[in-house]
């Protein structure tokens, strides 16, 4: 994936920000690498990846302006060294050349400033569509299960009680856990009217929401008592 992002912004950015080093691209890339898992977000990082680019690039070509400054300073001073030693000493010590920076580090820290509040949106994203994936499990469950539906008062009220309970572990459960959560509080409610095998179809007994009540047993007492409809 590291030649891939890579490969992608040197065909991108290159020619147009002319920037030639490929360890400049390879940085960013090494950077980058472990927040980017599919073709759409190297596309979108790509894209939007001209500020971290020139920014490392910029500060590069500073510090190698000011490193071959101090070079050239510290030849002259040699050479008037040298001068004014007029032989005496054929071989002298040269003085120590100054530490030349590290690159590839300097690259990595500008491009680990500019990825951050990257990440930072990228995180709060995936944070807040967990929570809405999890509620929206929880609302399709409720809608397509025919218990539910046939008991709507302890559906609601075991939802209400579920939904709760993930608000107050700070919203971290996932869909499964939250219909669990769910199923806990509404099973226990719906054993009371006597459903306790939720693996047959649901049936209604008329209270519940469901198909009208069957009134047969009522209209046969009616009928010995002689209460019969005049037709």
Partial sequence: MINKIKEALITRWSNQLGIKDEKVFEGVA?????????????????????????????????VRTELNAKLKEAESAKAELEAKLNGNHPNPEPKPQPEQPDIAAIVAQA?????????????????????????AALDKFCNEWDYAGGFPKERDEAKRIALK??????????????????????????????????????????????DDADFSAFDKAAEKLGWVEPK
Avoid: H, W
Wanted: hydrophobic share 35%.
């Fill in 30 to 62: 090494i950077s980058v690498e472990p927040f980017i898992t599919s073709d759409e977000q190297l596309t979108q990082f790509v894209e939007g990846a001209k500020s971290m680019l020139t920014q490392p690039q910029s500060y590069a070509d500073k």
């Fill in 111 to 135: 491009v680990t400033a500019a990825v951050a509040p990257l990440q930072e949106k990228l995180n709060a994203f995936e944070t807040t569509r967990a929570k809405e994936t999890a509620v």
């Fill in 165 to 210: 309970v993930y608000k107050a572990g700070g919203e971290q459960m996932t869909g499964e856990q939250l219909i669990a959560a769910f199923r806990e509080e509404f099973d226990s409610a719906v054993k009371s009217k006597g459903v306790t095998d939720f693996s047959k179809p649901f049936q209604s007994d008329g209270g519940a929401g469901g």
